[in-house]
């Protein structure tokens, strides 16, 4: 059985300790990290465009590339060291949500964690890249809340709809 565990910053400890809590222990652990591309990208986009063709060593976007390497690297040792037993980190780089789709290929569980609105129940609770990984993960999704979760008195009303005559 193998599992992957999406880390991400400001949810990553919630994923690992479901981890910890709802997985057996002979079971393999990925703890996955995607470096997204998009803000790297901009950066050098950004240089480009407004120094035009300017010595490439001075492209603020690979030191945003090494620094959001490093952070990674540093994520997935903290998850690593808070899960307390074997596991395999990987590190991927590209369209944040793709590549945890792509990942979760073949496993048995993805676990990930709510990254939107965590104050109420409801569909807004998941961002952009959390909802399309929902929608999309090739196997079955642990989802969880990161904080206590909100009472069933915060559901959204239904939506208003005119009566028909």
């Not at 120094?51 to 994520?75: I, K, M, N, S």
């Not at 690593?80 to 590549?99: I, S």
């Amino acid at each position: 059985m193998t599992v992957v565990a999406w880390i991400v910053e400001g949810t990553w400890t919630a994923c690992v300790d479901a981890a910890r809590t709802h997985v057996p222990e002979d079971t393999d652990i990925v703890l996955l990290h995607v470096t997204g591309s998009d803000v790297a990208g901009a950066a050098h986009g950004a240089y480009a465009g407004l120094l035009g063709r300017a010595h490439p060593r001075r492209d603020p976007g690979t030191a945003v590339e090494h620094l959001a390497a490093a952070a990674g690297e540093h994520l997935l040792g903290a998850a690593a060291k808070r899960l307390g037993r074997p596991c395999t980190r990987v590190e991927r780089h590209g369209r944040v949500e793709r590549e945890v789709v792509a990942a979760a290929e073949g496993a048995d569980l993805l676990i990930v964690a709510r990254d939107g609105d965590r104050s109420r129940l409801g569909p807004r609770s998941l961002g952009p890249a959390s909802r399309f990984v929902v929608d999309h993960a090739p196997c079955p999704v642990l989802l969880i809340w990161p904080e206590d979760t909100p009472g069933t008195d915060t559901i959204p009303p239904p939506p208003h709809r005119p009566h028909h005559r």
